[in-house]
């Protein structure tokens, strides 16, 4: 396929465009919250853990509003989130007429960035987003909207100050630093607040003979092996996709199912209806959709199983659940009611667990946060183990203290990754409302930092003294006429 700019100023062009529209609606935001200073420090307004799409949002809707804020992120520059270095799908599986992470600025569109370089024609002829294109676009929506991300930055602890404000240790290329903030957001993604979920089976593996689909690791390692592949979702089908590619001798999908999941229903249910309103259900109507849309599980995209489907050395093995595993000379004997496969190698697509204790950063947290276990008791036969590890999180995306718990300054960590399904639906970190979910959170802090000061900003008021009538505008009049000549 051949590219061809519609226009001679390209990418140039489009960003002069997208300043323009910037100017017009008078963005990014005047600063005006009140520092706070703090041994001689100015605090961060608002610290964001994350730098990758939902760090980004986040940040440029709170700038939007005057607010300001900075990213830290443990990857390299432009290696941020899973597209560039976990992700193994050939392309998005989200529509590529969504717009994403552009808070409603047409020039801020993927589909602005990609006719900036290679035309309209190309876009109608695109079906999906490549992942890497979708990567260097992110890059690009970084530099233009100016976000104040420090990268290689690994947070170690986050500590709740008594004097209201929050300390995040960090560990940066210069070494160990100490930064204050007023407000964190956790934009940390899929395993936010946990990382990855295994059966209990997968204790009989020994390590080198394992990974997960959401590992850093190496597929051309599995040149020549037998593969397993443990699940049937959209990571399953790119890590068998992947391992085939790479070379491996065979690839069997080890599916517990009978049938692999054929509809999506969560796509089948998205309206700004329910982007809007989720948040405002009652708790019952919030798990009853949560959980059927758990159990129903979603599809693998078509054109992952495909990928998958056109190897000859790959099969799908439905009705497979796993009975036992023995491990014998660096052979893994894997046995289901169909029989045992022999399998050199074992990749776990076992999807994430919210778990506090795969992250030693949240520790002082973990005791305080109240959960939708201890906010709502299911009906029989609704139990749900990721509902009820989700946090039980306030109007503002905020966490909130379990019953008897006195910590108020937990209400300053916002978690705008995975985890606030429960409480606000899917917009903290899917690709089509994350502009909605940013720009909520954003409102929610900017109205709390403004309740914090009031009287400051009441003494601004009573301060303000800049005239709009210098007095000589208008003569005074006189006394008015006698009655009756008027």
């Known amino acids: 396929m051949s590219y061809h700019p519609p226009e001679k100023d390209g990418l140039p062009g489009l960003e002069a465009r997208l300043q323009e529209d910037l100017s017009r609606l008078d963005l990014p935001g005047k600063d005006w919250v009140q520092p706070r200073v703090v041994d001689g420090e100015r605090l961060l307004d608002v610290a964001i853990i994350g730098g990758g799409m939902a760090g980004l949002t986040a940040a440029v809707a709170l700038r939007n509003l005057g607010v300001r804020a900075c990213n830290f992120d443990r990857a390299p520059a432009g290696f941020e989130g899973p597209w560039a270095t976990t992700a193994r799908m050939e392309t998005l599986r989200s529509p590529k007429q969504l717009t994403g992470p552009a808070l409603g600025l047409p020039s801020l569109t993927f589909r602005a960035w990609f006719e900036a370089q290679y035309g309209r024609q190309e876009w109608e002829a695109l079906d999906k987003i490549p992942r890497l294109q979708w990567m260097d676009y992110l890059r690009w929506y970084r530099k233009v909207m100016n976000v104040d991300v420090r990268n290689e930055h690994h947070v170690r602890h986050v500590h709740l100050h008594p004097d209201n404000y929050l300390e995040l240790t960090l560990q940066a290329p210069e070494g160990q630093k100490v930064v204050a903030a007023r407000r964190l957001i956790l934009a940390t993604g899929r395993d936010g607040l946990g990382g990855p979920g295994y059966p209990a089976f997968a204790d009989k593996v020994p390590a080198h003979l394992r990974a997960h689909s959401s590992d850093f690791f190496d597929y051309n390692t599995l040149a020549g ?262």
């Open 225 to 486: 092996k037998r593969v397993g592949v443990i699940g049937a979702g959209a990571s399953a089908m790119d890590s068998a996709a992947t391992a085939l590619e790479a070379g491996a001798r065979s690839v069997d999908m080890i599916i517990r199912r009978n049938e692999i999941p054929r509809i999506n229903k969560g796509k089948g249910s998205g309206s700004p209806g329910l982007v809007h309103g989720y948040a405002g259900l009652s708790d019952e109507w919030k798990w009853r959709i949560r959980h059927y849309i758990n159990v129903q599980q979603v599809p693998p995209p078509k054109g992952s199983t495909l990928r998958v489907a056109s190897h000859h050395n790959a099969r799908f093995n439905v009705g497979c659940p796993v009975q036992d595993i023995d491990v014998r000379e660096d052979v893994i004997y894997l046995t289901t009611p169909k029989g045992t496969f022999v399998l050199d190698f074992l990749i776990f697509a076992t999807g994430f667990n919210i778990d506090w204790h795969l992250r030693p950063e949240y520790a002082e947290l973990a005791p305080l946060v109240r959960t939708w276990a201890q906010r709502y008791q299911p009906q029989p036969g609704q139990e749900d183990a990721e509902l009820a590890a989700c946090p039980d999180l306030g109007p503002g995306f905020e966490f909130q203290p379990r019953t008897g718990v006195d910590a108020p300054g937990l209400a300053h960590i916002h978690c705008f990754s995975y985890p606030a399904v429960a409480s606000h639906g899917t917009v903290s970190g899917d690709i089509p409302a994350i502009s909605e979910g940013a720009s909520a959170i954003a409102r929610a802090i900017a109205g709390s930092l403004y309740q914090e000061d009031v009287a400051a900003y009441y003494a601004q008021l009573e301060a303000y003294a800049e005239p709009e009538l210098d007095g000589d505008e208008w003569t005074a009049a006189g006394p008015p006429l006698p009655v009756e000549a008027q």
